[in-house]
């Protein structure tokens, strides 16, 4: 299976910063790269897929970068309803793998 | 709007079974394959099992191979899990999960149910 690997595992930052979460992948996924965002609670709400590609509904302060086995998530101007739990997924093979989760906190 | 509303979820005994469903609304249900993820409490998200668009496939997780049987009833817009042989460690939260795009069945997931959980105890 291919593992996921993200760091940081947490995250403490203020409303207004700039942050960004890396997930690794064990071996080359190509594009087929995932990231997902959850609340205390609430079901994982899609943020981006193919790298950098923004979901439907997701606000443009979320974007993706990276390649090959090397991914990032960029949260611009943090809003306090943006901490939460952030989880990178590959579906590049099968099984889908996830991340361990970056969680975001307020500082 | 895309909607997914599970249901089945409760206290079993090990050893014992239970089946999830999931009842799908605001798609065209099988032109997509469907998932099951579940999350452990205070865990992260473990895929479980797919079934393709018209049921032609499915694939398991290796946790839950020989003890999950996955289904679909398209009439009916409606996914199921079926559990049998449950342990301690299948406790969790049981999502569905709309397959956005597939390969080798392994899928990009777009919407999530809100989750039912499961717990596995004497």
């Known amino acids: 299976d291919i593992q996921m690997t993200q760091s940081p595992s947490s995250l403490s930052a203020s409303v207004g910063d700039r942050v960004t979460i890396t997930c690794r992948a064990s071996q080359g996924i190509s594009n087929y790269l995932a990231w997902f965002q959850q609340k205390p609670g609430k079901a994982p709400k899609s943020l981006i897929y193919?790298?950098?590609n923004l979901q439907s509904g997701a606000p443009p302060k979320f974007s993706g970068s990276g390649s090959g086995t090397e991914f990032t998530l960029t949260i611009s101007s943090l809003q306090p309803e943006d901490f939460a739990i952030y989880y990178c997924q590959q579906y590049e093979t099968y099984p889908p793998t996830f991340g361990q989760g970056t969680r975001l906190e307020i500082k | 709007e895309v909607q997914l509303l599970e249901s089945g979820g409760g206290l079993v005994q090990p050893g014992g079974s239970l089946r999830l469903s999931c009842a799908a609304s605001g798609f065209t249900f099988n032109n997509y394959a469907m998932n099951w993820v579940r999350q452990a409490p205070g865990k992260g998200l473990e895929w479980v099992s797919v079934i393709g668009g018209s049921g032609d496939y499915t694939y398991y997780a290796d946790s839950v191979k020989g003890r999950f049987t996955i289904s679909r009833d398209n009439s009916k817009n409606a996914l199921d899990l079926q559990m049998n042989s449950l342990r301690a460690e299948d406790t969790a939260v049981y999502y569905c999960a709309k397959g956005a795009y597939c390969r080798g069945g392994s899928c990009l997931f777009d919407f999530w149910g809100q989750g039912t959980l499961v717990t596995v105890s004497s």
């Open positions: 193919a790298i950098s």
